[in-house]
């Protein structure tokens, strides 16, 4: 199945069905990319099709051996902020993304740390969010979240370390414990599900 | 290389107690693990068949265009 050697010229035609291929191998980065940033599945999902249909849409405009990953985040998140600057309120969104998130997640398989660190994602301020998404789960560069962020180095760098000390703030603060868990409640289940699962990534 | 803060020395309900240096690393790192979890989550869940419907269903646009 795997004809691709991407070094060799193509015909156009060729070019679509190359471009379409990889398009697809990035559908679930997409998917993860609009869920993280809106903290809800359904409206992420729309954003994440429409982002890809905008990327299939400017295929003559993209290079064939850049980074396609880079370039169809960034799609995403303009997509993202020109809807917001279109017809959400943002304070609005957030608010409803937090308590849809809660229904989303309702589920017992999923760790309680999980939860808290959605909820206290969906409080940082839209640029920290996207720059600690990017860098932090994307396996993005600083510099290619900064292109994707269309920033300098710098401020992606200065944002994902407040980002940081804001989750970290947030969680140790327990200001999301419900079910009236005690203050640091959160913090102690992170730790102990990162624990797990870093077990779980080396056995 | 596992070494997790104590469970046992937590403070007792004061939250207040200031972690040190190598305890908020500890903490940072395990908030950068979850993270990376929560992403990846979505990233190994089936792709709804609608994305590549849409997909499919534009590029035939294009063919017969």
Redesign the interface.
């Known amino acids: 199945m795997s004809l691709s050697d991407r070094s060799a010229p193509k015909p156009p035609s060729a070019d679509d069905e190359g471009f379409k291929r990889e398009l697809v191998q990035l559908i679930p980065h997409l998917r993860a990319f609009a869920r993280t940033l809106t903290g809800d599945a359904t409206a992420a999902d729309d954003l994440a099709q429409d982002a890809m249909m905008k990327a299939w849409d400017a295929r003559a405009s993209y290079q064939m051996g850049t980074n396609m990953k880079a370039w169809t985040f960034m799609i995403l998140r303009n997509q993202l902020y020109s809807e917001k600057r279109r017809s959400w309120r943002s304070s609005q969104l957030d608010q409803e993304a937090a308590e849809r998130t809660l229904v989303a997640v309702d589920d017992p398989e999923a760790p309680v740390a999980l939860d808290e660190l959605r909820q206290a994602l969906n409080t940082l301020p839209e640029e920290q969010r996207e720059a600690l998404i990017l860098v932090g789960a994307g396996g993005f560069a600083y510099e290619e979240a900064a292109e994707i962020c269309q920033c300098a180095v710098g401020t992606v760098k200065s944002r994902v370390s407040r980002a940081r000390k804001a989750l970290h703030a947030i969680l140790e603060r327990g200001a999301y414990g419900r079910d009236g868990r005690a203050a640091g409640d959160a913090m102690r289940s992170i730790l102990a599900d990162a624990d797990r699962l870093s077990a779980a990534r080396q056995g | 290389m ?1 070494d ?2 104590d ?1 046992r020395h ?2 007792a ?1 004061a ?1 207040s107690s200031q ?1 040190g240096p190598e305890e ?1 690393r ?20 089936p ?2 068949d ?3 419907e ?2 499919r269903r ?2 035939q646009r ?1 063919d017969k265009a």
Do not use: S
């Not at chain 2, 790192?29 to 992403?39: M, N, P």
């Open positions: 596992i997790t803060p469970p937590k403070p309900a939250p972690p908020v500890l903490r940072q790192q395990a908030i950068g693990a979850k993270l990376r979890h929560l992403f990846d989550e979505v990233v190994n869940e792709v709804p609608e994305f590549l849409i997909l534009a590029d294009g």
